[in-house]
Every structure is written in C-alpha cells, then in structure tokens.
T-cell receptor, first 115, second 110 residues
C-alpha cells in the first residue's frame, strides 16, 4: 500500500486479555514509531525502531507493553493483561531516514477499548 | 517540564483574520522541527517542516528561533477549514525520537 497501514482499526477487549496491534510502514522506511493518544490529549511517545532495533523504548508505560519489528518492516505492539487505562488510540508512524527534515507519516491508528 | 510545550488554546479566530502561536522546546539538542495538523479523530498529517531561515507555504509561515528555543506558526486569511489542532514536533540530532507538543486548538468561525 501507499501509506502506513494499521490493524485492527478498532479493538474492544476485556480487562486482563492480551492484545496485539500491527503496523505496516511505508515500503523502504527504516524508522518506525509508536505513539499513544488518549481522548483530548497529545501524542505520548512509546517506542522508536531504526531497522529492527529499538534505540529508544523509554516511553513504554510498563512491562506489560512490548514491541518488535521483523525484517525491517512490520511491527507489532503487544499489551499483556490489559487494563482500562490502556484504552486509547495507538498510532504508528514511519519515516525514510533517521535525521534531518524527513517527515514521518502516520497510519490511521488502532482505537483500543478495554472494558 | 515537558520537552515540547504548546498553549492548548482554543484560539477562536474570525474567518479571514490572522492567528499566530508558538511552541517552546527545552532540549537544545533538538535539530529539526515540524508542524503537523490533526483533525478530530484523525491521524496527524504534516503541515510543514520548519527551516532555520523561516519558511512560508501559501497562507502559512513558520519561524524558528534557536536562541530562545521556540518555533512559531502564523496563519493568514484564516479559512473555516483551518480549524484543527496544530502539533509542534521536535527531532533530536542524536537518535531519532520525534517529540510532540500537546497541540494548539484553532477554531475559525464565520
């Protein structure tokens, strides 16, 4: 596809269940980011990948959150034992290079609701 | 203190008027800056990059002041369609973390 693709677009899960969110970046983009946005709030940084490695995972809120990226392409964000406060829109973005004025392109997000 | 800070607004702007707002950043190692626009329940989209000399794109002008560590966005001849949240973004020179401000909400009214 031409843009960043995220799936599912919406996810409702019961408290305590694990969820996996997927991000397909733009082909050839080496940098990939995960952010979280709660209703009416700004973007909260979670983790950044350069290729398959994660130089900065400082934003992951707890050890229930993990992410991986394989083949320098698709990334998966996993939330274990979900809690109600995990409810938010999870946004993925990718960019071509690791510096300079290279813009990041966002996917449409996964809206996660924990009930 | 947040690394990138913005006035949340809202800025209520009459149609056709000019509006300007700033964003301050605390990390002097920040190298690149951007303005993104986010519509309600949509993903952020790039509005413009911000260059050291300042740059203009149609009705939008961005300025960077490294000495005072702020960037600004000015919108001339505001249109109803300019109503959105404007997000300021800073990228560090080392590493590639993109840090977003909380956004400034702009409401353009007839």
């Amino acid at each position: 596809g031409a843009g960043v693709s995220q799936s599912p677009s919406n996810k409702v899960t019961e408290k305590g269940k694990d969820v996996e969110l997927r991000c397909d970046p733009i082909s050839g983009h080496t940098a990939l980011y995960w952010y979280r946005q709660s209703l009416g709030q700004g973007l909260e940084f979670l983790i950044y990948f350069q290729g398959n490695s994660a130089p900065d995972k400082s934003g992951l809120p707890s050890d229930r959150f993990s992410a991986e990226r394989t083949g320098g392409s698709v990334s998966t964000l996993t939330i274990q034992r979900t809690q109600q406060e995990d409810s938010a829109v999870y946004l993925c973005a990718s960019s071509l290079a690791s510096s300079g004025n290279t813009e990041a392109f966002f996917g449409q997000g996964t809206r996660l609701t924990v009930v | 203190r947040k690394e990138v800070e913005q006035d949340p607004g809202p800025f209520n702007v009459p149609e056709g008027a000019t509006v300007a707002f700033n964003c301050t950043y605390s990390n002097s190692a920040s190298q690149s800056f951007f303005w993104y626009r986010q519509d309600c329940r949509k993903e952020p989209k790039l509005l413009m990059s911000v260059y050291s000399s300042g740059n203009e794109d149609g009705r939008f002008t961005a300025q960077l002041n490294r000495a005072s560590q702020y960037i600004s966005l000015l919108i001339r001849d505001s249109k109803l369609s300019d109503s959105a949240t404007y997000l300021c973004v800073a990228r560090r020179a080392a590493g590639n973390k993109l840090t977003f401000g909380g956004g400034t909400r702009v409401l353009v009214k007839p």
